[in-house]
């Protein structure tokens, strides 16, 4: 009998519990909810709060994301106007904005809904895509960059069908990424190598142009400098003679005497480095070696 | 006194019971991805071979007491008979059947089931690590089904955990050992989904980690007991114990013999009964209020709220979010699930990295090298080429692309500023941020070149990058604020084998090198050709002056010298020349070599070679180049 109370308290507790999760079901800020009555829509509720619900067989609610949510496409192979390849990647930012539809359409599943999305959403990319040019999504000149503009057509073919077929506001799209087939990018590596190796023999060249113009210069210099002191040393050298010319008056005592020992200081210059002379007996002073050589003639045939 | 047959009834309800709740359990743990619910279903299942084995005894031992009645009868009929003297094993089948049983199965099972369990430990640890998100929405049913699950195991685990008292009936506290353990575990799993219902879902794990200790204590619990099985001494009589059923489980499915058996240690400690005291029985009395109470003080503690200095919190009244965004500190609310919390780290920094996928290994590098791929993968991004007007005006089928190819892993750093945008207008807002700041960087990149990019164009393009991203943000409602933008990791691709194309940019950077050396080296050939020059007509420039000086000296001296030679000369002209002339030639033929032709006979030819001899003597002033000296040169 003790524990009464505390089984009645707790008893009420749990049949509360029970009877507020039978009847009654909330919907946060960021769901929306549907109600069906045997399997009949009944209503949709699109602000938050609490409500009131008939159990499960009658009434059964369904509870999906009121906010944006974000899906993105694979990476796939599309043509541009200009017959040009290109892989891209499209992402989508998408809400329920009719939730019955979306309940009848997806039975509420939101992969599925994607799924659909995902189709429709080739079907506008490829088509929006072949009709511009590769020049539209790649330019080094931004004035002729179309890249927001593809966007926005892709959008507006999708948008509608999206709202009026699925019950789905589709809030933004845009491209995420765009590349090119393996083939071909190993083609651009090949050129982007190639540009490469371009600048790698300008720079070559360029170095050796620049060192042979220093190196020109530099000749170029030291010829004017060594021929400027060559004139300056003709002028030095002669101003020198010019001066010493001056000196060649008193040689005008003796003429004879002058031009005598000019000979003789001329001779001994000449005779300074490796002179080989052939020298006769009558030549002064080895003519003194004549009578010596007599003598000897004499005394060897004496004996 | 329950008749065989009721017993064994109770067994096979419990089987299916066990059945039918571990299959119910699976199916709504899957439902709801509860990983406390999976392991409670294991659990059960475990229950169900246990259970099943028991069963399976239970019937063995049923049809061994028919045996020995159907015996009895027998031997009250004819008791005289030969037939029954001597009784033989075979005359007992269903006892050796039994015996049999117990001797081979029983082992064999328990150690298939040690197996089995440690597999599931050794599977659930690392399973639980990457185990999917509680789904908080389907809580409130989960809850309600694994109640239902609980009251059915837990009426039926008791009526036959109390048979099993009562009625001597062993085989039954196996099955009805898991039977409670299993409402235990689905108790405990309801706490778990409403702790995640509370905005705690982590809890869910936790209980599944606690649950996978308990079941590996099992594992170690039964090995024990398999082992010691073999060492414990026979006694005739003695009724053996079952191999496969474990106190562990019985002990946790019936926590108030918890209690008993700690009043029993209590009492033996003490020397006397502490269970009888007034103390103790209030305890017992009131333990059901006091868990209550408990309760009702943890509900209450629900209206506290503490917020973490790097949190903002949102307040949400019965799924209305309040306008008033709760800052660090201390906030009371109404309690759960009136009001619930949802917490974000606003004032953490975040960062995402667009154009790659990172790599735990590779981020581990200290060198980042161009020519190395330093992340999982590396997305190349289209480029503007400046040459574009020149490859446009191929074919088509040239498929010659006039774009070039970048690397770039680009950090995107933001904190939250706007928590109700950033919780309320989108599912993921995180995900929502990295595809708009992708879509800002591929769209940035397509209109530039790669060499401005790279080079000086490059912080120009980050900061316009941080104003693209943070306009594109705020245009969605995306409630950030973009605090870096880093283009510091933006590198040409590294490209195949074949075609190294980062190799073939660092070559570039080397012909620049190389340039500038030819140059250097030019420039320095330069600084030694014109002082050198310079030197040479220095040196001239000196000996002219040298020469000058020596003419002028020269003259000076033959001004002074020649008044006196013409003195000498006049006194005596001859002897003066001969003088003269034979000292100059003393002088002068000193060094020279000399022929003198000392014969007077002119009819001999005389031949002389005047060759030129190698003078080892000029030798002496040659100096022979050092090698290697010429080397270092080189």
């Not at chain 1, 005592?253 to 001779?267: G, I, S, T, Y």
């Not at chain 2, 503007?384 to 490859?391: D, P, T, V």
């Not at chain 2, 000029?618 to 050092?626: T, Y």
Request: hydrophobic share 45%; net charge neutral; glycine share 6%.
């Amino acid at each position: 009998m003790n524990r009464n109370p505390l089984t009645l308290f707790t008893g009420v507790v749990l049949v509360i519990i029970f009877v507020l999760l039978l009847f009654t079901f909330q919907v946060r800020q960021t769901e929306v909810a549907v109600v069906t009555t045997f399997g009949r829509y009944s209503k949709s509720i699109t602000s938050p709060g609490f409500n009131l619900k008939w159990p499960w067989p009658i009434q059964r609610v369904y509870k999906f994301e009121n906010r944006t949510q974000s899906f993105e496409k694979k990476f796939e192979q599309t043509q541009t106007g200009d017959s040009r390849i290109i892989l891209i990647t499209v992402y989508a930012g998408w809400k329920i904005s009719d939730p019955q539809k979306f309940l009848i359409r997806f039975d509420g599943d939101p992969l599925r809904a994607e799924q659909s999305l995902e189709n429709l959403i080739r079907n506008a990319q490829n088509s929006v895509i072949g009709r511009h040019q590769f020049g539209d999504l790649v330019s080094p000149n931004p004035a002729d960059l179309k890249f927001d503009q593809v966007e926005k057509e892709m959008l507006v073919e999708v948008k509608d069908t999206a709202n009026k077929e699925y019950g789905i506001d589709i809030t933004l799209l845009g491209i995420k990424q765009l590349g090119l087939p393996e083939s071909i990018t190993t083609k651009v590596f090949e050129r982007m190598k190639e540009e490469r190796a371009r600048l790698v023999t300008k720079f070559n060249s360029e170095g050796e142009e620049q060192a042979t113009i220093i190196r020109a210069e530099a000749n170029r210099k030291r010829q004017e400098i060594l021929s400027k002191a060559e004139a300056e040393s003709l002028v030095i050298m002669g101003q020198g003679e010019a001066e010493a010319s001056k000196s060649m008056r008193v040689f005008e005592q003796n003429r004879e005497l002058a031009v005598f020992l000019l000979q003789l200081n001329a001779l001994e210059q000449s005779l300074k480095e490796r002179a080989t002379l052939i020298l006769d007996a009558q030549s002064a002073p080895f003519n003194m070696l004549n009578g010596v050589s007599a003598e000897n003639t004499k005394s060897k045939s004496g004996q | 006194m329950i008749s065989d047959r009721n017993i064994q009834k109770n067994g096979l309800v419990n089987l299916a019971a066990l059945v039918g709740v571990g299959v119910g359990a699976g199916l709504t743990a899957r439902y709801l991805d509860s990983a406390a619910g999976y392991l409670s279903m294991l659990f059960i299942g475990f229950g169900f071979l246990v259970g099943a084995v028991s069963y399976f005894q239970m019937r063995l031992e049923a049809r061994e007491r028919a045996e020995k009645m159907e015996y009895d009868e027998l031997l009250r009929a004819k008791s005289a008979s030969a037939l029954f003297d001597s009784p033989d094993a075979e005359s007992f089948p269903a006892q050796r059947a039994r015996q049999q049983f117990e001797r081979v199965f029983v082992p064999l099972f328990t150690a298939v089931l040690v197996i089995l369990q440690g597999v599931v430990v050794y599977w659930q640890w690392t399973a639980l690590a990457k185990a999917n998100p509680l789904k908080i929405e389907r809580a409130t049913v989960g809850m309600a089904l694994f109640g239902l699950f609980a009251l059915v195991l837990f009426l039926l685990g008791k009526y036959a955990a109390g048979i099993a008292r009562i009625e001597k009936q062993r085989l039954l506290r196996p099955g009805a050992g898991y039977m409670l353990l299993g409402a235990v575990l689905c108790g405990v799993t309801i706490a778990g989904l409403a702790a995640g219902l509370m905005g705690y879902p982590k809890v869910d794990l936790i209980a599944a980690r606690v649950m996978v200790v308990l079941l590996g204590l099992t594992v170690i619990e039964t090995l024990v007991t398999l082992i010691f099985e073999g060492y414990r001494p026979r006694m005739k009589g003695q009724v053996v114990r079952l191999l496969y059923e474990s106190r562990l489980i019985g002990l946790l499915g019936a926590p108030e013999s918890l209690i008993t058996t700690a009043a029993h240690a209590l009492d033996y400690q003490f020397g006397f009964k502490v269970s009888e005291t007034w103390f103790y029985r209030f305890l017992e009395r009131a333990f059901a209020w006091i868990v209550l109470v408990q309760l009702g003080i943890l509900w209450i503690s629900t209206m506290v709220v503490f917020i973490e200095p790097h949190e903002q919190a949102v307040i949400e009244r019965l799924g209305s979010p309040k306008d008033k965004v709760l800052e660090p500190g201390l906030h009371v609310k109404l309690p759960w699930p009136v009001d619930v919390v949802y917490r974000f780290q606003t004032r953490n920094l975040q960062q995402f990295l667009v154009g790659v996928v990172p790599d735990e290994n590779l981020e581990k590098e200290k060198v980042l090298l161009w020519t190395k791929a330093h992340y999982k993968e590396e997305i190349n991004f289209l480029v503007a080429s400046r040459q574009r007007e020149a490859i446009t005006n191929q074919t088509p089928s040239d498929q010659a692309v006039p774009v070039n190819l970048l690397t770039a892993s680009i950090p995107v750093q933001y904190t939250i500023q706007n928590v109700l945008d950033w919780a309320y207008k989108h599912e993921n807002a995180a995900e929502m941020l990295k595809h708009l700041a992708t879509r800002e960087v591929v769209n940035y990149l397509v209109s530039v070149d790669i060499d401005e990019i790279m080079a000086a164009g490059r912080d120009a393009a980050a900061k316009e990058l941080q104003k693209r991203i943070q306009q594109t943000a705020d245009a969605n409602q995306l409630g950030v604020r973009i605090v870096f933008v880093g283009l510091q990791d933006i590198h040409p691709p590294v490209g195949t084998s074949d075609n190294a194309v980062a190799e073939a940019y660092e070559q570039v950077n080397g012909a620049l090198q190389q340039r500038e050396g030819r140059i250097l080296s030019a420039q320095k050939e330069a600084e030694e050709i014109v002082p050198r020059a310079r030197a040479a007509a220095a040196d001239r420039l000196s000996r002219a002056e040298s020469y000058k000086l020596m003419k002028i000296s020269d003259g000076l001296a033959a001004q002074g010298r020649f008044p006196n030679q013409v003195l000498a000369y006049e006194a005596s002209p001859e002897v003066y020349k001969q003088r003269t002339y034979l000292d100059t030639l003393a002088r002068a033929l000193q060094k020279p070599r000399k022929y003198l032709l000392a014969t007077t006979n002119t009819s001999h030819v005389i031949n002389f070679n005047l060759e030129d001899q190698v003078r080892f003597d000029l030798l002496s002033d040659v100096s022979v180049p050092d090698e290697d000296k010429d080397k270092k040169k080189k």
